[in-house]
C-alpha cells in the first residue's frame, strides 16, 4: 500500500472513530462498511447525528449550537444528560412557524 493510500484511511477511521464515539478498529471498519452500503439504521430508538449531517458540521454551525447548549444549561432548560433535546426545541420551534 503507498503512503498516500495508507494516510488516507487511517484519516478515515480518526474521522468515523470521533464521529461515532467508536474506539477500536474493527468496529471502525465495520461502520465504515455500514455507511458504503447505505445502513444507517436506528439503534435501540437513537440515532447518530454523523448519519444525518455527516461527520461535522460547518465552524460558525457549531460555535452556534455550542453556545445554544451553554444558553440553555445556564437556563437549566436541559443538563448534560439531555444536550441532544436542544435539537428537538430548535426542530419544534421551525415546524411550528
Not at 455507511?35 to 465552524?59: C, Q, R, T
Request: charged letters at 30%; a positive charge; glycine letters at 4%.
Amino acid at each position: 500500500m503507498d503512503a498516500a493510500l495508507e494516510e488516507k484511511f487511517r484519516q478515515a477511521l480518526k474521522t468515523i472513530g470521533k464521529s461515532y464515539n467508536i474506539k477500536a478498529t474493527t468496529p471502525i471498519v465495520c461502520k465504515m462498511i455500514d455507511l458504503a452500503n447505505g445502513d444507517s439504521e436506528s439503534v435501540d430508538n437513537w440515532h447518530y447525528l454523523a448519519d444525518i449531517f455527516g461527520p461535522k458540521v460547518p465552524a460558525e454551525v457549531g460555535v452556534m449550537l455550542a453556545n445554544i447548549v451553554k444558553k440553555m444549561k445556564d437556563r437549566r432548560d436541559i443538563t448534560d444528560k439531555n444536550r441532544w433535546q436542544v435539537l428537538e426545541y430548535l426542530a419544534a420551534d421551525w415546524l411550528a412557524k
